[in-house]
């Protein structure tokens, strides 16, 4: 079963392909490869599945930490009120999200594209 389909989003996970924050539109995928198109289709690669996350994804921070320092959109849980909300936090590389005492970040992704005028 393929991860992704024809039309989809995906946005590159790994730095060493692009940069982590690229995002492409699938073109084929089979067998856990996918044919990604970027720039409006100027180029494309074959990327596997795990390197790859839809647009929208949010990451379990069980799962996997970013791999590059920097600010991310995060999902805290504040573990006293059990309540969650979304906020930008600074990550040290493959370590941990800067929070309160009383917080836990649960999830992440990158921050969306600025927009262009």
Known sequence: MNKFKFGDKARVLK???????????????????????FNGGQFSCLIPDDYLTPVSAWIPCSERMPEQSGYYLVSVMDISSQDVYQSVSYCIAGCRF??????????????????QD
């Not at 730095?15 to 198109?37: R, Y």
Request: zero cysteines; charged letters at 10%.
């Open 15 to 37: 730095p060493h392909w692009h940069n982590e924050s690229k995002i492409g539109v699938i073109t084929s995928s089979e067998n856990g490869l996918n044919t990604v198109h």
């Open 98 to 115: 800067s929070s309160s005492f009383n917080e836990r970040v649960t999830h992440w992704m990158p921050l969306p594209t600025p927009p």
